[in-house]
């Protein structure tokens, strides 16, 4: 036989009234409270009639030995609590009436309240940092690559812990408020908290379990591969393409990635440099939805503009792109090209920067071609 069992809790702490009777009822079924929490764990007894009473003074040293002589025991914490038990029926109560308990849910209120502000403040700097994305300059690109998942999901667990937090300074205020009127803690249905308790559980956790499905998926549509794996068409934007000579000697650093997400389709990156030079990096995006491939050309478009403010700018109107536009930024010291391409057709949207000796506009065909392979 089990000596130890948990038990799902009620989860209003503010709501003691509710988890005494609980707690009665669980100690008339044999078990006696050991550790709080979610599943709180309970240690098995011989099954006793008893009165259970949550202390919001928390655990105080003359408090307890008082009590003790009054004939309760401690048990544990429960929050901003602590828990008595008495099995005595004849032993006094812990307060001799409403308006003495009032005295100390007043300082409970200024506590829950004090703890509010200061959690408030840190999941708004948490908040802030886990959507820094949002004013990053990169929110398109951060949107397609699954982002907003993890965005809403933030807002979410957030919301649902302030939310929390209210309910529970909102709960105690209620609470000492009934006290200094006079009126007894009201005891609630015990059952129907459990239940109440239940389906917030599940509705945290199926958040949760989605949340983790999709970051895994996202996980498993990321790969990096050497230069030379990379799939076709991408070998016709390559360096050995564009400046054959340039990319006669082997390269420092030569990676094919891609990556996939629900919004973005495909995502292809080829990187290729030498630290001597030359430097090329091509970006390929597949988007599901048109509207959206043509804010990310924007958006890489705005970035290349706020990189090289001063470049010069040649934009293309033919039928081989939607919109095309090439930045150049004048040759550097060792009389390499500094350009930056960003193309697009239908939703497909390409981006390159190079640094090489090589002009990027005599292989137009060549971008039309690659951006046409992925309709």
């Known amino acids: 036989m089990r000596d130890h069992k948990r038990f799902l809790a009620p989860g209003d702490l503010w709501d003691t009234g509710t988890i005494e009777a609980w707690l009665e009822e669980k100690a008339a079924q044999g078990w006696i409270l050991e550790k709080w929490g979610g599943f709180a764990r309970f240690e098995r007894m011989d099954p006793r009639t008893c009165r259970v009473r949550l202390d919001p003074q928390g655990q105080q040293e003359e408090a307890e030995a008082l009590y003790a002589e009054m004939g309760w025991r401690p048990a544990c914490p429960l929050g901003s609590y602590q828990v008595y038990y008495c099995f005595d029926p004849a032993a006094p109560d812990l307060y001799t009436d409403p308006a003495t308990q009032a005295w100390a849910w007043s300082k409970l209120l200024k506590r829950t309240a004090r703890r509010s502000a200061l959690a408030v403040a840190l999941w708004a700097v948490w908040t802030a940092l886990q959507l820094d994305d949002l004013w990053s300059g990169q929110l398109v690109e951060r949107l397609l690559m699954g982002m907003w998942a993890i965005w809403l999901f933030v807002l979410w667990f957030v919301g649902r812990e302030l939310w929390q937090l209210a309910r529970q300074l909102l709960g105690v205020r209620r609470q000492r408020n009934r ?27 199926t958040f949760i379990g989605l949340m983790a499905v999709f970051v895994a998926s996202l996980a498993a549509g990321r790969q990096e591969l050497p230069l030379s794996d990379a799939p076709e068409p991408l070998s016709a934007v390559t360096l050995e393409a564009l400046a054959p000579g340039e990319a006669a000697r082997p390269m420092d650093w030569a990676q094919y990635e891609e990556f996939r997400s629900p919004l973005m389709m495909t995502r292809r990156q080829v990187t290729e440099w030498r630290w001597s030079g030359p430097h090329l990096e091509t970006a390929l995006a597949q988007i599901r939805f048109e509207p959206l491939a043509e804010l990310l050309y924007r958006e890489w478009l705005g970035e290349a503009r706020s990189q090289w403010p001063e470049a010069a700018a040649t934009e293309w109107r033919d ?46 065909d060549d971008y039309a071609a690659v951006l046409a392979a992925f309709q």
């Open 179 to 205: 006290l200094q009127a006079g009126v007894s803690l009201e005891r609630g249905d015990p059952a129907r908290a459990v239940r109440r308790q239940r389906r917030r559980e599940i509705v945290s956790w």
């Open 319 to 364: 039928d081989r792109f939607d919109q095309a536009i090439l930045l150049d930024n004048g040759p550097g010291s060792d009389g390499r090209a500094n350009q930056i391409l960003v193309a697009r057709r239908g939703g497909v949207v390409l981006r390159q920067i190079v640094q090489f000796r090589g002009d990027p506009t005599d292989h137009l």
